[in-house]
């Protein structure tokens, strides 16, 4: 499904990805962890394509197909989605006519007919009551005056509207209460499927109690340090990640917190 | 030294003969006085940004033929009078017979009413500040002189189109007075729009005369093509506790210039002022406004939002004078500004002049550009770029869009400026 190869990223002349590797098949699921600043969230925007990063070395092929070549557009209509770590706020624009929008434009790329605002209507109030959205935010400005859950469920509902081949899930978990991170956990374990991947980045190990990943990765100064199994998130709560040989004073501190 | 530029003589010999004789005799003295007329340059403090975009050849000063094709209006529901090159066309017109309610074009006023619109005619207009109106003064052929007696209200809006057949180069001069009672109400729709290739210039002048009580709603939209160079005039006053709304939405050209100067002349008067702008390629529109708190505990609202595309140039002046009397005035005025390219300019000036010392006066102005992260987001999710940059764009000046009253003009701006983005966001 996914491969990424000696991938190497910069922003503003500075390097932060140093050569990554990762190779994520259909039906798996992988987490990425690791401290600040490693550049878990540079990955995860360098693969949705954004324009911040520049990819210097390295390659990104999603079923065979390079994603460097294509547009963040067409990266989405292939496929790709990233649930953002901070969802923008878009006043002016209701939810209802960006996620219209966003299904049509996916649907007119597959070749299938673009659905009617009445029949959108319908299968978008299916999905909110997935994630337990209120309708009534469909009518409202994308993101606008949403609570930090409320942008993390839009971002799943998107997902589950969308049905990405690849989900790169970039901190849903952060700002999350506990009840919010049970309804997100389910929706993203309703997105697994023996056709889809999905890479979940997170600081923290606590989603992972909820999703359990097949493959944990630890991500530290731009290079996966470490791989291995979903033991290895529970060995990194106990231990944080200093017998890695990396420091995170933050992960350390709060690794008791789930 | 070269001495100034003045108003060539050939726009001074005005057509329409069957006008009354007062409105001709009013016109005659008008012209008089625009005999050596100096035209504004770059040193008219009010006209820096267009005067080199005004271009008054002397085949503009001919009167445009009242016949021609029939330009492609809204089609929209209401009452609906036609006017081609300033001239009322009575055949394709529809408008009511109510109770109350007076509807005449110049052409057919008897004497006795002529002379009582010519003394009325002008006076809501600072024709200092206004240079351009008074060449309509001079040269207007026909108009629409609409009366509300006390506490009559215009069931549905009344469409007034004004298009201009270009078929060949010339002049129109559309002219509306609205003289509305005590407490009467109305909604107005003024949609300008043109047909033909011909350099053309359209002046107009639009006067609305509020007394106590009268809620007036005036839209306008600017739709005309590339070879119009559009001026405007809008002047209104209004007694107290009167309302009037404005909704300007225009599409730029080779020059669109409109001014907008409101009154508040009795206690209690209202008015709020929305208006759209957007531009691109090489147009140029210049909105003017003032609004002249003369009244004690009146309130104006004004939001204008101008968007500017490619190397278009777009310039909003939004004066607010509060007069010595003037206590307990509220006066609120909002210009945001988005530029579409590094190519593009905007020029915004709020102007405010308080004399009294209780007041509530607030402004602000800003000039930005698209959101980078927004725009990364909507591409994210698959949707393209064009039609990101639309959505966006829209989103700008969705919350006036949605003001406009009347649902079918409000859809039909919607769809204009849809396809205007789209067109200006092709490169995309």
Request: glycine share 8%.
């Amino acid at each position: 499904m996914l491969s990424i190869k000696n991938l190497h990223a910069s922003v503003g002349g500075e390097e932060i990805l140093k050569g990554i590797n990762l190779e994520i098949k259909a039906g798996e699921v992988h987490a990425i962890m690791g401290p600040n600043g490693s550049g878990k969230s540079t990955l995860s925007q360098v693969l949705a394509g954004s324009e911040t990063f520049e990819v210097t070395e390295g390659e990104i092929t999603l079923n065979g197909e390079n994603l460097l070549e294509l547009e963040t557009e067409e990266r989405a209509r292939e496929g790709v989605f990233l649930a953002f770590q901070y969802p923008v706020e878009i006043p002016g624009v209701s939810n209802l006519q960006f996620l219209r929008t966003a299904v049509n434009a996916m649907r007119l790329h597959r070749g299938e007919p673009e659905m009617n605002a009445a029949e959108f209507m319908k299968h978008a109030k299916e999905v909110s009551k997935q994630v337990d959205l209120d309708p009534a935010f469909l009518k409202r400005g994308v993101n606008e005056g949403f609570s930090g859950g409320e942008k993390k469920r839009n971002e799943i509902m998107q997902a589950l509207l969308l049905q990405p081949k690849l989900a790169i899930l970039d901190e849903t978990d952060s700002g999350l209460d506990i009840d919010a991170l049970h309804v997100v956990s389910d929706g993203v374990n309703a997105l697994r499927a023996e056709d889809r991947a999905i890479l979940m980045v997170t600081h923290y190990q606590r989603l992972l109690n909820h999703i359990v990943p097949d493959y944990v990765h630890v991500l530290a100064g731009g290079k996966i340090v470490k791989s291995g199994g979903r033991e290895l998130a529970h060995e990194l709560e106990e231990r944080g990640y200093g017998w890695l040989g990396v420091k995170d004073e933050e992960a350390t501190a709060s690794s008791s917190v789930t | 030294m070269k001495s100034a530029p003045t108003l060539s003589s050939a726009f001074l010999q005005p057509a329409g003969e069957f006008l009354p004789g007062p409105l001709l005799e009013l016109r005659k003295q008008r012209g008089t006085a625009l005999v050596d007329m100096p035209l504004p340059t770059r040193k008219t403090e009010n006209w820096k940004y267009s005067s080199r975009h005004l271009k008054l050849s002397d085949e503009l000063a001919a009167s445009l033929p009242s016949s021609g094709k029939e330009g492609s209006s809204l089609a929209l529901p209401g009452y609906r009078v036609i006017f081609r090159n300033g001239v009322m066309v009575p055949e394709a017109s529809d408008f009511p017979d109510m109770n109350g309610i007076r509807i005449q074009r110049f052409c057919d006023l008897d004497d006795q009413e002529a002379a009582a619109l010519a003394e009325r005619l002008d006076n809501t207009l600072d024709s200092h500040a206004v240079q351009m109106a008074r060449l309509n003064s001079a040269r207007f052929e026909d108009g629409l002189l609409i009366q509300l007696d006390k506490e009559a209200v215009l069931d549905q809006p009344l469409f007034i189109v004004h298009e201009v057949t270009a078929s060949s180069a010339g002049s129109a001069y559309p002219r509306i007075y609205v003289d509305a009672a005590r407490h009467s109400q109305m909604t107005l729709v003024e949609e300008y729009i043109s047909s033909g290739n011909e350099p053309v210039l359209v002046n107009t002048v639009t006067e609305f005369v509020l007394a106590e009580g009268a809620q007036v709603t005036d839209v306008r939209l600017t739709l005309e093509g590339e070879n119009v160079q559009h001026i405007g005039a809008t002047g209104v006053r209004q007694a107290a506790t009167s309302r009037f709304e404005s909704h300007c939405v225009g599409f730029g050209g080779p020059l669109r210039r409109h001014d907008l100067q409101v009154r508040l002349e009795g206690e209690g008067a209202e008015c709020k002022l929305n208006g759209v702008v957007v531009t691109q390629g090489k147009q140029h529109y210049d909105n003017h406004t003032s609004i002249e708190h003369v009244a004690a505990h009146c309130d104006s609202e004004e939001t204008y939002r101008n968007i500017a595309a490619d190397e278009s140039h777009a310039i909003f002046n939004g004066r607010i004078h509060i007069h010595q009397d003037a206590q307990k005035s509220n006066a609120n005025m909002s210009n945001k500004n988005l530029l579409l390219s590094t190519g593009a300019e905007i020029d915004t000036k709020p102007e405010l002049e308080i004399y009294a010392d209780d007041v509530k006066c607030a402004h602000g102005a800003t000039i930005g550009q698209l959101d980078k992260t927004s725009l990364f987001y909507l591409v994210s999710r698959g949707i393209g770029r064009r039609e990101a940059n639309t959505l966006l764009t829209m989103a700008f000046i969705n919350e006036l869009v949605e003001q406009v009253p009347v649902e079918a003009v409000r859809d039909a701006v919607q769809l204009r400026l849809n396809d205007f983005f789209n067109q200006a966001f092709q490169e995309i």
